[in-house]
């Protein structure tokens, strides 16, 4: 099955700064990569995501940018701010148009300190 | 409009009692989801549930059992309880099988 790895497991940023957390998957057939956020206490809630045809997509400070090839996909957050403190997780699955086999697998997540 | 909902929010159970966890959702989702977080292992999928009626088994699927008999509904039941259960869960639901929400949890102690 699908295994994804993240990293780093720990960031702390300058208020302002950027962060970057990466990821890598192993199943060629993924084809569709979530980026969730979690904050103390809530469940997590979908921030951006990227489909295997496209390689960039930007959100106002949030950017995330895929490799096929390498297998990789990374979260970028630019001019970080206090409130962008949480955990994040990367994922990946194979979606089918119809009903069928479904597996979203999560890596083990980034706790982001950003540092006022 | 109240998204997904668990309940309870929080249970302590002594080991070998069984209980059943309950999510709701409102959003008329095909999708449903039962995942468990443990610290420093993510979210693991547990069983999932593509439409009323079916379930299917995740990543993690023993000492669980899962129920869909109704669409906005989607149970985990948990027969015999073990120390080794003892974790946060979460449902969650989606349209496609692609974008999910999240309820705010459930963190369970087993004692």
């Known amino acids: 099955g699908e295994n994804v790895e993240q990293h780093p497991s720990t960031l702390s940023v300058q208020e302002g700064d950027s962060a970057v957390i990466k990821c890598t998957y192993s199943d060629s057939a993924s084809n569709y990569f979530p980026w969730y956020k979690q904050e103390l206490g809530k469940g997590p809630q979908l921030i951006i995501d990227i489909r295997s045809n496209v390689g960039e997509k930007k959100d106002q400070r949030i950017a995330v940018t895929l490799n096929k090839t390498a297998k990789h996909f990374s979260l970028h957050i630019t001019e970080t701010q206090p409130e962008d403190s949480a955990v994040y997780f990367c994922?990946?699955?194979?979606?089918?148009?119809?009903?069928?086999?479904?597996?979203?697998?999560f890596g083990k997540g980034t706790k982001l300190s950003v540092i006022p | 409009n109240a998204g997904v909902t668990q309940t309870p929010k929080f249970r302590v159970l002594k080991t070998g009692q069984s209980m059943t966890l309950l999510c709701a959702q409102d959003?008329?989702?095909?999708?449903m989801y039962w995942y468990r977080q443990d610290p420093g292992m993510g979210l693991r999928l547990i069983h999932y549930s593509v439409g009323e009626g079916t379930t299917a088994k995740g990543e993690v699927p023993d000492g669980y059992n899962v129920s869909r008999l109704k669409k906005q509904n989607f149970l985990l039941g948990l027969e015999s309880a073990a120390p080794s259960q003892t974790s946060v869960y979460f449902c969650?639901?989606?349209?496609?099988?692609?974008?999910?929400?999240f309820g705010q949890g459930t963190r369970l102690t087993v004692v």
């Open positions: 959003m008329n989702h095909e999708y």
């Open positions: 969650a639901s989606s349209y496609t099988n692609t974008e999910a929400f």
């Open positions: 994922a990946a699955s194979v979606t089918h148009s119809g009903a069928g086999s479904y597996q979203l697998t």
